[in-house]
């Protein structure tokens, strides 16, 4: 590359994009790790978008109206915290940069959601910000509807790398952008030719620009490091009616020794090359020296959407009074004051009229009482819309001709649901659920565990969530997927008994603020065992006495969801044979463990003989059966050690050894 | 659709491709279960397939050089398993298919791999089968190469349906299929316009020619229904020079009154509309009832390629010993005899030079022995090779222009690798291991949870195992993807501890026939644990002692990994204190569960206090630290209960408190 043309022909834009490509040299050599490549190549991109087009104002980070600026390729992190750095968001300090990558700093390996002011997204898993992006503008759309276009009327921005179009869940997301014509999304590719095993052909030959247009998107083809051509693209994008693709042929590590090479993808730390690139660029100052002039064009970068925000603000104040309550609590992830009374009054009827009812369809019935009275739900499912019970009647469709409508017809697209739930969850004012089999966790992984550690609290509706699935058989019978969710930090599993337990999940799915739910759903009818009506929600503790031991408590039967009528049944028998036996219910394990030591004594004592009943794998149970810390208990569990089979369910509990039989000689035996 | 028509212009193809739709009917009937509409709506396609181009011979189904043919839409299994019927294939018995989906027959709701012959692959998860049929094709490819035309020569063709192809998961699959060029993989799209929750429109508005040409597939769009076109379509197919997606225009549940609507994707067991249907057909016997005719023409298609198979055969008889029984060995996934020896030999260098090794380089150094003597493993990698550490000297990059080479470049494509790498294993003569980072088991799980539900040994270099991953941080940190794939049936978690353990793991992995294996190996360096040379592989008992305690046992240290050399610090200064301390090295879970209960018990017996010591979740251990059924121990455990952090991995072992510190103070409490 000759630099020097560059800089000649737009020297103010070189010294601002030069200040990136020098904090990120700095910043990796100070970390000795890092990379140092991706934010070199895309500086100019990065500071056209930033200078004549992202509507941001630094000094209020979380203006709701803002555009959105997504670094899916998240390993170019420095990009991301130089802008931040450069336009004066107070958090993000010069010692932050000089701390990057270090114990404490909010200037992490890739930029982590919650760390610092501007990170929209937790990035760095590839291809999860593009599908993030696509859930950002859709819900962009769907409060631009709500609200109107003076109160919400943003961009979703997007850089994305080849690793991110190589994932599979970018197609996912870009044909449900291409569906939706969300032409508020515009996704620059950091054209670069490199990966970081060698040249990206060595890998792929896919024609980027034929393959989104396939999928329905506008692509524009630059120079990347053209400001003028840069700033045409975005002007024009904006204009295109559909969502677009800016492929920007650019130099990865522009500029140094490293460039256009798989080495420059990583930590460029040779002290010597530095220089030289520096030199190359004019740059004359020291490590982190940025100079006033050139931080200052960054800080009136930063300030430029003062004006739009003060604006926005006098708008928002003119809406009515209950809109702008709405809309604060809705942002503020509050729940209206009425859920509480109407999950109540829910839960009576329910307990009344004790219904035989599978839970997937009790969550549709507790759906339909939640969703009128809380329009920031959003509802979906993975093409399995009947079979998840996920969409009630005052929804509305979600279309290119009903932006209102707020249930979204996903598609067979797990991950890319997900993964956009958590850019609807994630932009603020509203709460996504999405549906699929438990089975399908696996193709939902990535986004979910990303869900938990950005903290956010998106609802994962699993249903038919046990070899109770019957005839598909083994491919979609969950037998470890309990066991996975509870494994992953910060997640809240749920598997209700009853329908009772259903909406009791339910109001706490939706009442979390930084957690995370997977609701466990059943596909075939379970009694109804809560038919002693409680105001308080008991599955807030996590587990609690549903049903006490008549005389001498001998053994205690903890279940979960579909197994609860079995403990119970079991306990009739025992009881009969003089056998006390006390049966918990145990809905959420990670909130039973937030328990104090009190409770869980309360609930699971000493000297009972426990078993654990579950149609899953054992791993995650032992620390209720067998005690913590060395206060054990004689114990054994009834559930499954292998993969289920294809046959009715009945069939299968039968055969699995999953029956109140089976848990009566169990016990027999322990006692 | 004008039946009539149909059936005057073709009336012999009429009747075969009617005899599926038949059976399909009658099986979903007497099931009250599945999927009629696809087996209805790609009879056509299928019989021409099965009539004038497969490579096949129903006698002889496991001849290695037949055709493939994959459903990828597996639930429409009965089109397969009518094919195997129809065509005599001997365990396809009427009975069996009539059984459709009852305990213990071999027709599943899904097509299980190992319950049928003539079941390539395990489908029904969408997207897997035409991922792992890419996976066939390169190992056609590679095979080809080893052992020339003469004996490996032959088509993967699939049927893949909407859903296959919304799937991200076949994007990955697709751009390495046009990568590489994998001209005789032939894919049939049944394009029906139907999903579950309705037409494809609802979710989808993907060009999909374009999108397969945009990733260098030749496409061909054709009346599925036409047999003339559909016989013209493969003709063209296999002569195109790259893999090919024929596009066939159906109607899914042809001739049905639910035709054409999602209510034909589902199960269609109403009596008058299937008379009406079977009627509109011009079939007129009962249920199961194929006329003796047409059962005669299906079993003559059946022994079609008896005569290929023979001149195979003789080709085969023809070429050198050595060659026959390399093929012959591979095939039946037999390790060669020398195996034993090398890694033996390994060891013992290992034992004696007693390097600090991280064990992704010890896992290198192995394969650097065992590749060069086993030939029928395929390594890889997801754009990581140069940190897992997967490529070794001699294997040679596969690509168009080297065939027989023996390394993949697969690409920021987990999910694709994982699948491709089980339909490696699925053809046969291939052993296949990728890597990738092991948070990255996210991206990978469906295809791992099929590989062991298929019960295929392929290998998943799972490195970069903790938070000794260091500065990326938590997005890149597992901490409970150990319990995730031990949570899953059927699975080898190795964690070994050093560059000895490395290669018993390796060696186990590799000799493995019914078994998948994740290798969990540090980013970071770690002493050698096992600087006594032992010939036995200690890894295959799953947990061994290594340092015993000395006076009185109190305390039993288990840890994986890296951990344990964390242990065996706490263990010197425990004993120093008089605190007679056991050190077990606990390698594969899985495998000291197979142990038989008293060398269970010999290596964790009763009395001691137990710390389990592994970077990661608790979840999966406390079997081991509490006791099985009862015979609880005092017990604690050092390791991880939340996400990671971005910061140098020495730092994070300290602030997360995994230390030999940590375990003396926590064993000094336990006491």
Redesign the interface.
Known sequence: MDLTALRTAHPDHWSKATAIRALTLDAVAA?K??HSGMPMGMADVATVLFEKHLKFDAKAPDWPDRDRFILSA??GSMLLYSLLHLTGYEDMTLEQVKNF?????IT???P?YGHAKGIET??????QGISNAVGFAMAEEILRAQYGKKIVDHHTYVIAG???L???????AI??A??HQLSKLIVFWDNNDI????PVT???????P??F????WAVIEIDGHDPDAIDAAITKAKSQGKPTMIACKTHIALGHAAQDTSKGHGALTDADQMAEAKAGYGWTTGPFDVPADIKAAWEAIGARGAGDRKAWEERFASISGNKQALFNRTLAREVPKKLSATVKAFKKQMSESAPKLATRAASEKTLEIINPIMPETVGG?A?????NNTKTTDLGVFDTNNRGGRYI?????E??MAAAMNGMALHGGLRPYGGTFM??T??A??AM??A??MKIPTVFVMTHDSIGL???????QP??HL??S?????TYVFRPADAVETAESWELALSSTQTPSVLSLTRQGLPTVRTDHKLKNMTAQGAYVLAEAEGKRQVILIASGSEVSVALEARDTLQEAGIGTRVVSMPCMELFAEQDESYRRKILPAGA?RIGIEAA????W??WL??E??K?????FVGM???G????AN??FE?FGITAEAVIERAKA?I
Chains 1, 2 share one sequence.
């Open positions: 970390a790790s890092g998240g390993h990558r270090q114990w404490g700093s992490a390996g890739h982590e937790t990035t760095g898993p590839l291809g080849d690793g991110c190589m994932e599979g869940v970018s197609q996912e044909t449900l291409g569906r990966t970081i095993d060698g060595l890998a792929d030959a896919t024609d980027q034929q393959r247009k396939s999928a329905g499912s093409d399995l819309t009947g079979s017809y996903w598609g067979i697209r991950h890319g089975c399908f696996d193709y992984r990535p565990r990303l938990a550690l019957g005839e598909d058989g083994p491919t979609h037998v470890e066991a996975i509870r494994a992953t930090p910060n003989a794998m054992r791993q995650g032992d620390r067998l005690g810390r060395g054990a208990s004689k114990a054994d050690d292998d993969f089979a294809s046959a009715p069939v299968l055969k322990l």
